[in-house]
C-alpha cells in the first residue's frame, strides 16, 4: 500500500530544499497526518494547524438576557493552550492535515486556482496545496504567518491578496528547480487509480482519531471576580470536554482511507517519521 503521509513529508522535504522561501522550514518540525474527507463533499483539501501559539489571555463565556442586554452568567475564567505532539525527543510545531481521498481526487479543472495555471496538469492543483501549507507556517515558528498589506500593517486575513499568485510562484520554482519526478509522481493519479496500483492508501492519523490535536481550555486555577460581576451574575463551573493534552508517537496509528471510510491498521511498533 502507498503510505500517502510519508509521501507527502518526503515531497515537503524535496521542496523545502529546493523552493528558497520556504528554505527556514525544518521538515522535522512538522507532522502531517490524514483525516477523512470524500472527494464528493465540500470542505479543505488540507490544513495548517499551529502548535506553538502561547497560551491566550485568560477569559470567560457570558450569556446575557435578551430583553435587558444585561449579563445573567458567566463562566469560570480560562486559558485555551496549545497541546504538546512529541516524536521522541522533539516538539512538533506545526502539523499539517490532509483529507483522504478528497485531496488525492483534487484537479486544477474549473477550480479557482485554474487562472494561476495555465495549460498545467490536472494535479498541479495538489502541488499548489502542500505549498500552501507549508507558506502558512511563520518564518518566526510561532503561529500562522502573518500576511502584511502594502501599507506595513497585518491583515486579519491569513490571505492576503497575493497569497494565491505567491504560492503559483513557488510552485514553479520548484518545478523549474528539476526536481526528481519520484518526488511528486504519486500527486498524478487520483485516489481509485493509487488503490487499484497499490492495494491501498494509508496514512499517519491519531490513535483518537477522528479528533486530533487541538487547542483545549483550562481552568485558571486562581478565580477573581470581573468588572461584569454584578449583583445577580452567576459564575458557573466549567464544564471541559477531557482531552488529551499531551501526545506522543505512542499515540499515532496507520489507518487505510477508502471511499467512503477509513480502517484502523495494525500498530507499527515505532513510529518513525519520515
Ligand atoms: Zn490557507
Known amino acids: 500500500m502507498i503510505n500517502y503521509t510519508e509521501r507527502l513529508t518526503l515531497l515537503m522535504q524535496d521542496i523545502v530544499a529546493k523552493v528558497p522561501t520556504l528554505s527556514f522550514i525544518d521538515v522535522a518540525d512538522v507532522l502531517v497526518f490524514a483525516r477523512s474527507g470524500r472527494s464528493n463533499a465540500e470542505g479543505a483539501f488540507a490544513t495548517c494547524h499551529c502548535l506553538t501559539l502561547p497560551a491566550s489571555e485568560p477569559g470567560y463565556y457570558f450569556w446575557r438576557d435578551r ?4 449579563i445573567t452568567r458567566r463562566s469560570e475564567w480560562f486559558v485555551t493552550k496549545s497541546p504538546e505532539v512529541t516524536l521522541g525527543p522533539r516538539q512538533v510545531k506545526y502539523l499539517l492535515s490532509f483529507a ?3 485531496f488525492c481526487d483534487q484537479s486544477l479543472d474549473k477550480s479557482r486556482k485554474e487562472r494561476l495555471y495555465p495549460g498545467a496538469d490536472a494535479w498541479i492543483a495538489k502541488l499548489d496545496t502542500v505549498i500552501h501549507e507549508l507558506y502558512h507556517i511563520d518564518p518566526e515558528l510561532s503561529g500562522i504567518r502573518r500576511i502584511e498589506r502594502g501599507d506595513g500593517t497585518y491583515s486579519a486575513n491569513c490571505h492576503g491578496h497575493r497569497f494565491f499568485e505567491q504560492v503559483a510562484e513557488m510552485v514553479h520554482t520548484y518545478l523549474n528547480n528539476h526536481p526528481d519526478p519520484a518526488a511528486y509522481d504519486f500527486l498524478r493519479e487520483d485516489f481509485s487509480t493509487l488503490e487499484k496500483r497499490f492495494g491501498g ?4 492519523s491519531f490513535r483518537t482519531f477522528p479528533s486530533f490535536p487541538q487547542r483545549y481550555i483550562e481552568r485558571v486555577t486562581v478565580q477573581v471576580p ?24 505512542n499515540d499515532l496509528d496507520v489507518r487505510q482511507f477508502m471511499k467512503d471510510t477509513s480502517r484502523r491498521q495494525i500498530r507499527k511498533g515505532a513510529f518513525r517519521a519520515a
Open 201 to 204: 492508501v494509508v496514512g499517519t
Open 67 to 70: 430583553t435587558t442586554q444585561r
Open 100 to 102: 483522504l481521498p478528497r
Open 226 to 249: 470581573c468588572e461584569a460581576d454584578s449583583e445577580g451574575v452567576n459564575v458557573e463551573p466549567l464544564r471541559i470536554a477531557q482531552m488529551p493534552r499531551r501526545y506522543t508517537e
